[in-house]
């Protein structure tokens, strides 16, 4: 078996990005874990700023590509004070079956910065 399930959750850090310009489409947080299980989000714990007072910027969690799935967490902020978002989800998110979680991240100026953890377990479909 590929996983081994457990009452346990797991976490990834997110750093978007260390050196500022966080704009990217579908970048992968969790891979697919494969035929016959699925994603569940049981939480997320992330901060954004900007790098000028002008700097707004936008967070999604997708199920799967932005331009197809559901959004299932968003995040906006605007200029230098960072924006925090302490979310948990009783019960988990499911996403689809041997689906990635993923982030998409837009910037209107200036760059901005993202820090945060995900929490989510691997379940069987």
Same mark, same amino acid.
């Given at each position: 078996?590929? @996983? %081994? *399930?457990? %009452?346990?959750?797991?976490?990834? !850090? $997110?750093? @978007?990005?260390?050196?500022?310009?966080? !704009?990217?489409?579908? +970048?992968?947080? $969790?891979?697919?874990?494969?035929?016959?299980?699925?994603? $569940? /989000?049981?939480?997320? %714990?992330? &901060?954004?700023?900007?790098? #000028?007072? !002008? +700097? !707004?910027?936008?967070?999604? /969690? #997708?199920?799967?590509?932005?331009? &197809?799935? +559901?959004?299932?967490?968003? /995040?906006?902020?605007?200029? /230098?004070?960072?924006?925090? &978002?302490?979310?948990? @989800? &009783?019960?988990?998110?499911?996403?689809?079956?041997? +689906?990635?979680?993923?982030? #998409?991240? *837009? *910037?209107?100026?200036?760059?901005?910065?993202? @820090?945060?953890?995900?929490?989510?377990?691997?379940?069987?479909?």
């Amino acid at each position: 078996e590929m @996983f %081994n *399930e457990t %009452n346990y959750l797991s976490a990834i !850090a $997110v750093d @978007f990005d260390a050196n500022g310009d966080i !704009a990217m489409t579908n +970048t992968t947080v $969790v891979a697919a874990p494969g035929t016959g299980y699925r994603i $569940v /989000l049981y939480g997320v %714990n992330m &901060s954004m700023a900007g790098s #000028t007072a !002008a +700097t !707004a910027g936008r967070l999604y /969690l #997708t199920n799967g590509t932005k331009a &197809s799935a +559901t959004i299932l967490w968003q /995040l906006r902020s605007q200029g /230098l004070y960072p924006v925090q &978002s302490d979310m948990s @989800f &009783s019960p988990g998110v499911k996403l689809d079956a041997n +689906t990635a979680l993923k982030i #998409t991240g *837009e *910037e209107d100026s200036a760059q901005a910065y993202a @820090f945060g953890t995900v929490y989510y377990r691997i379940e069987r479909t």
